[in-house]
């Protein structure tokens, strides 16, 4: 079933109402320690309280929604891995075996794998969202990725499924994905929107080499070049370059920002998913805490486009969420020194010296 890109949703984010700012910034500063001391911590605090417009935040059945999509174009051989790798994660996710499951398992967070365009059919599972838009994208080298209508579908399905996660009691949640070729879409994607050289925004991904590196770089400037795709126009470029994942991921980030929740960026392939969302809804930045910088090279590229100073640089390169989910208790960090820390009055501490 499809859907004309007409009945995409307005996807309005307002941008966040600050009136609280000065009274969260006195509450931070009257902690004891010294002004600022708590650096990137005292950042997130202030966001958190002005997301949920509360001098007392708290965190809600935190939540990690990890969307799985295949990709036609490995079959120009741009990863080295194969497709399958896509299928046998998914059923690893389903068996509580990758790296996603062990950390969101340690940190007590929920975690919801979706089938955003895996090829193949899964059968129920309670931890599986069966959201398929199609059994992976085309190659986008010989044309687009996917059509409209399926990429407004996509966008559709992941911003009802982040919503409803929103609805259920949710207020802050981790993108992650799974996709066999997906660095070289993501690569594509932020070379187009920000306008930069190829080469500046692929990486080895899984672990290509330095031939492999140059040939992904052609392989996307081949693309670039035949497609000729309006950079202004994030639609355009996302249906072009796909992938299915990264589209459902996109409608989430949407959709959970709408409900005004706090979102945990990952690494390369969610951030170029979130600089599409951005280029739709750019108010949705200032719902998003960076996770981590990636060591996949083009990941602080787009995070400088961004102006994003993520939490974490642990040289990792997996995706899944991963980093969205060792950045969590970082965040609930923030939040219980926020809530839980003595101020100078109530420890009787003296304040610094006016001079
Ligand atoms: C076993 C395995 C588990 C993974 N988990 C995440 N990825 C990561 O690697 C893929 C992107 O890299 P490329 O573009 O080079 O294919 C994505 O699926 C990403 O999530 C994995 C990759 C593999 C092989
Ligand atoms: O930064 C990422 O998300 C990433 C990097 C390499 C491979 N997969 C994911």
Redesign the pocket.
């Given at each position: 079933m499809s859907f004309p890109t007409s009945s995409l949703p307005a996807f309005v984010i307002p941008p966040l109402d600050q009136s609280l700012a000065a009274a969260l910034q006195a509450k931070i500063d009257n902690k004891t320690k010294p002004i600022g001391a708590l650096g990137k911590l005292e950042h997130v605090a202030l966001q958190l309280g002005l997301i949920q417009q509360s001098l007392t935040p708290v965190l809600q059945r935190p939540a990690m929604l990890v969307f799985a999509g295949d990709h036609g174009v490995v079959e120009e051989g741009?990863?080295?891995?194969p497709q399958e790798?896509?299928r046998q994660?998914v059923m690893n996710f389903l068996a509580g075996g990758a790296g996603i499951n062990v950390f969101t398992q340690q940190y007590g967070m929920r975690i919801r794998i979706v089938d955003a365009g895996v090829c193949h059919e899964f059968s129920a599972h309670p931890e599986l969202i069966r959201a398929k838009v199609s059994m992976g994208t085309n190659n986008f080298l010989k044309m687009a990725a996917m059509s409209s209508s399926m990429c407004a579908q996509a966008l559709i399905n992941g911003h009802k499924l982040a919503q409803a996660e929103a609805d259920a009691g949710t207020n802050i949640m981790g993108f992650g994905?799974?996709?066999?070729?997906?660095?070289?879409s993501a690569s594509a994607l932020v070379a187009v929107l920000c306008n930069l050289p190829v080469e500046q925004c692929v990486g080895r991904?899984?672990g290509?080499d330095d031939a492999g590196v140059a040939h992904k770089a052609d392989v996307i400037s081949q693309a670039i070049a035949r497609h000729q795709v309006d950079s202004s126009d994030p639609l355009a470029v996302l249906e072009t370059f796909g992938g299915f994942e990264i589209a459902m991921m996109v409608g989430a980030m949407l959709g959970a920002a709408e409900r005004r929740v706090a979102l945990l960026i990952d690494g390369f392939?969610a951030t170029a998913a979130l600089l599409v969302a951005s280029r739709i809804a750019p108010a949705i930045l200032e719902y998003c805490i960076f996770a981590h910088c990636s060591d996949e090279a083009g990941h602080q590229l787009v995070l400088e486009q961004l102006q994003a100073q993520p939490l974490l640089n642990l040289g990792l390169r997996?995706?899944?969420g991963t980093g969205a989910a060792l950045a969590y208790p970082l965040v609930q960090a923030a939040v219980n020194f926020l809530n839980q820390m003595a101020s100078f009055e109530s420890a009787n501490i003296s304040r610094q010296d006016a001079s």
């Open positions: 741009v990863s080295p891995y790798v896509t994660m994905e799974m996709g066999i070729g997906n660095t070289t991904g899984t290509l392939i997996l995706g899944e």
